[in-house]
């Protein structure tokens, strides 16, 4: 089911080279509300990923066999429309985060409108939501973006805080928290490896360019939405260099980015599959200087070494200060 019942979708799939496949259920609940996604509940319109970055996690990891394989999931609006029919009657408030896994707005979007009419009956129950996405196409949805962002019902948990005093949770209606969690109905991240038209253009090809991506959060904002960045993952010895990260941060604070998520790289497969082998096939072509070095810091894991992480970590919390961009959603 579609809401424009005069859709040819199945020459939209086939020029897009999509499948439909039926899934069980649409809306998943999330293992734990993770502190920088915020959400409850996640919802993936697709499966696979036509923009195919090179370093995707889901190439060659558990959550994909064949990345070269994208589908619809075909029954998802009335799956959703149970599933939150449901929850609503039952007063269950949440943020209900698009694209967790695959991006929402793929260029098979802009003709089959999945991700719209799912975000349309989201505003129809009255939840919040987070999408995440590398695409400007979410523009096109704005005037939906907006009804969320002004019709949503805020989860309790982001109502309340604690009581300093007694480390009981309370309302606090009238607090500074609470008027800014007012604005957490709709929030809006747009993934980043770079901010560089010219790096992304290597390791993203099929992606829109950053510089859309930056012109989208300016909109946003002037709009006043809770927008900001997930630099998911910073590419090591390329963009996660002390003077790579402050150019990002420049961007991202002109563009009128709130927060930037940070996150390093993994990989999986093996040097000739999945993320790990398209990774490594980019940095020979194009960073020869770094694949020694990238490669000692991987060994043949899936992970770089831990302190790896945390130093980058520290890194990029002290430049991001300086440029008053958060490091966390909220
Ligand atoms: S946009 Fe995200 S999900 Fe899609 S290929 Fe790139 S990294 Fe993977």
């Known amino acids: 089911m579609f809401f424009n019942q005069n859709l040819k979708i199945d020459e939209i799939a086939k020029k897009y080279s999509f499948k439909y496949k039926a899934v069980k259920s649409i809306l998943n609940k999330s293992k734990g509300k993770r502190s920088f996604f915020l959400e409850d509940y996640t919802i993936n319109p697709y499966m696979g990923c036509s923009f195919d970055c090179s370093y995707c996690y889901i190439n060659g990891s558990k959550y994909a066999s064949n990345t070269k394989e994208f589908f619809v999931k075909e029954n998802a609006l009335e799956k959703l429309k149970t599933q939150l029919k449901n929850k609503a009657i039952k007063r269950e408030r949440a943020i209900i985060m698009v694209g967790s896994a695959t991006d929402p707005y793929m260029p098979i979007e802009s003709e089959l409108f999945l991700t719209r009419d799912i975000l349309k009956l989201i505003n129809r129950y009255r939840y919040c939501s987070h999408i995440l996405t590398k695409s400007n196409l979410i523009l096109r949805d704005l005037d939906i973006l907006k009804k969320i962002k002004n019709g949503s019902i805020i989860p309790e948990d982001l109502k309340r805080k604690k009581d300093p005093k007694n480390g009981k949770t309370k309302e606090n209606k009238e607090s500074k928290e609470s008027k800014e969690n007012e604005n957490l109905k709709m ?17 993203e090809e099929n992606a829109p360019r950053p510089s859309e991506r930056l012109k989208a959060i300016k909109k946003l904002k002037k709009e006043g939405f809770h927008v900001g960045a997930s630099l998911m993952p910073l590419l090591p010895y390329i963009t996660d260099t002390e003077e790579a990260i402050h150019k990002t941060f420049k961007d991202l604070k002109k563009a009128g980015a709130i927060y930037a998520l940070p996150a390093g790289l993994s990989l999986f497969g093996s040097e000739d599959s999945g993320s790990r082998g398209s990774y490594f096939t980019k940095l020979r072509e194009h960073f020869p200087e770094s694949l020694e070095e990238t490669s000692k810091l991987f060994k043949n894991k899936n992970y770089a070494n831990q302190n790896y992480y945390n130093n980058q970590l520290k890194k990029l919390e002290e430049i991001a200060k300086g440029y008053e961009v958060k490091t966390s959603i909220v």
């Open 187 to 203: 929030i809006v991240s747009f993934s980043f490896s770079t901010t560089e038209d010219k790096i992304a253009s290597i390791f």
